[in-house]
């Protein structure tokens, strides 16, 4: 079955410090890959997206994210992170041309001052 | 670009009652939109998915005669709760999808009901 995992339910990190999020997906083809912020109480902001072409892919607000095809991943990555970068973040998958999202459970950061 | 607006971001009701929301694709034309239910602390569920001009299709589970979606212009799909019950408290969630090769779902606000 068409699955996204995101392993890490929370993670915490001091402002500054280097951040990934992980995301792995199980498919037989190559999905459309996404990323997505939610801050508390607001909608979902797009940060990155993948379709084909270059596998590490530079979004908005300093993330970027890297396909790599033999591991079936998709992990956010952003080299300092900002007390504001606090927030819900969800990989999400299309896996078919229809482009219906399925979502990981998300990874909820929290970063130390 | 690819702004999606949803009101209102609150509303309360008595139960028994009708709520509508609205999901409007400000700057750019969507055939399809979709409508998520999120739980406190969990992912997104999808509820339904609108198309213009025809009937939504929903998911299983989600009750069609419950949640009435109407996707009237390339720029608008309402969502209703009928009668609307404590248990449809929740947070709502539309997303609109561009058109072309590749296509990208862009999400609206949300909004939160509660149901008294």
């Known amino acids: 079955a068409q699955s996204v995992t995101q392993p890490d339910i929370h993670i915490t990190v001091s402002e500054g410090a280097s951040l990934e999020l992980r995301c792995n997906y199980s498919?037989?083809?190559?999905?459309?890959l996404f990323w997505y912020v939610q801050s508390p109480g607001q909608g979902l902001q797009l940060l990155l997206k993948y379709f084909s072409g270059d596998t590490l892919v530079q979004g908005i607000k300093g993330f970027e994210a890297e396909f790599k095809r033999s591991q079936s991943s998709f992990n956010l990555r952003k080299p300092s992170v900002h007390w504001s970068d606090a927030a819900e973040y969800f990989c999400?998958?299309?896996?078919?041309?229809?482009?219906?999202?399925?979502f990981g459970g998300g990874t909820r950061l929290m970063v130390k001052p | 670009g690819a702004v999606v607006s949803q009101h209102p971001s609150w509303v309360i009701c008595k139960s028994g009652t009708s709520v509508k929301i609205e999901c409007r694709s400000l700057?750019?034309?969507?055939?399809?939109m979709f409508w998520y239910r999120q739980f406190p602390k969990q992912s997104l569920m999808l509820m339904a998915t609108s198309n213009e001009g025809s009937k939504a299709t929903y998911e299983q589970g989600v009750e069609k005669d419950k949640f009435l979606i109407n996707h009237a212009s390339l720029t608008l799909s309402t969502l209703t709760v009928t009668s609307a019950h404590p248990e449809d408290s929740s947070f709502y969630i539309c997303?609109?999808?561009?058109?072309?090769?590749?296509?990208?779902?862009?999400f609206g606000p949300g909004t939160r009901l509660l149901v008294l």
């Open positions: 498919y037989g083809a190559t999905p459309y």
């Open positions: 999400a998958v299309a896996f078919n041309a229809g482009n219906m999202l399925t």
């Open positions: 700057d750019f034309q969507a055939t399809t």
């Open positions: 997303s609109a999808k561009t058109s072309g090769r590749r296509q990208t779902q862009y």
